[in-house]
Nanobody, 127 residues
Framework: QAQLVESGGGSVQAGGSLRLSCVIS???????MGWFRQVPGKEREEDAA????????YYSDSTQGRFTISKDNAQNTLYLQMNSLKPEDTAMYFC?????????????????????WGQGTQVTVSS
């Protein structure tokens, strides 16, 4: 089974940037992939997703225009470039994949539709 390992989190000041990476052990990952965030006491929230082809990307209202999701199939890696970071972006960030061959769609933002998850990487943004 595919394993997901995130990295790239850290502490930055407001306005700064970070690039998160998610290495996927399964070299054949044909599925919708996404990034989510979670803070203690709250449900996991969507940030972005990317389709199987990579041609379609999805963003939440809070990340549109600031974050960019991308993937490198040759490197088996999913990325999230985060710019113009705000203190409210402080959270644990998780990458996730849906079932094989399941593409993104209207339900890209629903965490319950994703099957596999990484362990998370912490992002802290100070004001």
């Amino acid at each position: 089974q595919a394993q997901l390992v995130e990295s790239g989190g850290g502490s930055v000041q407001a306005g700064g940037s970070l690039r998160l990476s998610c290495v996927i052990s399964d070299h054949i990952v044909r599925t919708c992939m996404g990034w989510f965030r979670q803070v203690p006491g709250k449900e996991r929230e969507e940030d972005a997703a990317i389709s199987i082809s990579g041609k379609t990307t999805y963003y939440s209202d809070s990340t549109q225009g600031r974050f960019t999701i991308s993937k490198d199939n040759a490197q088996n890696t999913l990325y999230l470039q985060m710019n113009s970071l705000k203190p409210e972006d402080t959270a644990m960030y998780f990458c996730a994949t849906k079932d094989m061959y399941q593409d993104c769609g209207y339900n890209w933002a629903f965490a319950s539709t994703y099957r596999k998850w990484g362990q998370g990487t912490q992002v802290t943004v100070s004001s």
